[in-house]
């Protein structure tokens, strides 16, 4: 009898939903129990939970099924693969909820309130487009370290989104429910610098709200797809132009930004102009890019290996570049 009634009033719930809890899933069925588990337990029940599943197997569609009992979850498997980030896009297609919150299989809520506490605070200010936690990473070792913004952070971030290409000090996705709006959607052709763009995209919209309490655990370990592309020039380099390319503000800040375009053209080595190109793969290449390939392809390679050095020619080209 109790089961049919928590069944019942979640499918009310599940029809109109506050938030939607949006899962791309891909095999590590082990995982994704965790996480639903955690879902499980929310004190808040106005939420739905989608799960689009990338696998190539059946893991996950018998643990959702199997998990349904009581707590149904919507499950799509998707035809063929569509990688990330376009299994995150299946799954928000999905969403009917007022706010979406993208919660990786490998990630889970961290207190019984998290839903609760982020609703509310995102009842309490309409105008804000998004809202974020503080999260836990958790190693595969289990020690935890604590992911937070600063008041002085949050207040830039609001004041100036473009500074979060500068560090990402939101966080990983999961930490993170927005306000569903007609045509937010994560990037197809990026990877490494998809949250980063998808959070300037939401703040188009509105501020964001920052919550202190950890809500949010995210799982680390060696799977994960920024750790395959991070160190990856025909990645990073290509999402780089793609995203500078979307808004002239997000290069123009200054020295910051010029150094830390600096320090990633010397760690991949990319010396030429031809080089260059062929890294973009097809998007423009911004006129700082080419500037500072043409000034460190002029030094020699191992003098840029010298700390002090590379800083001592950076700056100069920097300061040229003021009067290009």
Excluded at 2 to 17: E, G, H, L, Q
Aim: with cysteine.
């Amino acid at each position: 009898m109790i089961d049919k009634y928590i069944f019942a009033k979640y499918t009310i719930y599940m029809n109109n939903p506050r938030i939607s809890v949006c899962i791309p899933a891909y095999k590590q069925p082990i995982l994704l129990e965790r996480c639903l588990h955690s879902l499980r337990l929310q004190e808040h029940a106005e939420f739905e939970v989608i799960v689009t599943d990338d696998s190539p197997d059946d893991s996950v569609a018998d643990l959702v099924r199997d998990f349904r009992a009581g707590f149904p979850v919507r499950y799509e498997k998707n035809p063929s693969a569509l990688g990330s980030p376009e299994n995150w896009n299946a799954a928000l297609a999905l969403a009917k909820g007022e706010y979406v919150k993208i919660l990786h299989h490998d990630d889970w809520l961290r207190s019984p309130n998290a839903l609760a506490t982020i609703a509310d605070q995102l009842d309490r200010h309409p105008s804000a487009s998004m809202a974020y936690s503080a999260t836990v990473d958790v190693y595969p070792n289990n020690a935890e370290v604590v992911h937070e913004t600063t008041p002085a952070q949050l207040r830039q971030l609001n004041r100036r989104p473009e500074s979060l290409l500068l560090g990402n000090f939101v966080g990983a996705p999961s930490g993170v429910t927005f306000r569903r709006h007609p045509g937010l959607r994560f990037d197809p052709q990026l990877k490494w610098l998809v949250d980063i763009d998808f959070y300037l995209e939401a703040l188009k919209h509105g501020p964001a709200v920052y919550i202190p309490e950890p809500l949010v655990n995210i799982g680390l370990h060696e799977m994960q797809v920024t750790n395959a592309v991070q160190h990856d020039p025909a990645v990073v380099l290509p999402e780089w132009a793609r995203v500078l390319g979307k808004d002239p503000r997000y290069v123009k800040q200054g020295w910051k930004m010029y150094d830390l375009l600096w320090r990633m053209f010397r760690n991949f080595g990319v010396r030429s102009q031809d080089e260059l190109v062929r890294y973009c793969a097809g998007n423009p290449v911004p006129a700082v890019f080419r500037q500072i390939v043409q000034a460190q392809g002029q030094v020699p390679a191992a003098l840029l290996r010298i700390g002090p050095a590379s800083k001592a020619v950076m700056s100069a080209a920097w300061v040229r570049s003021l009067w290009l």
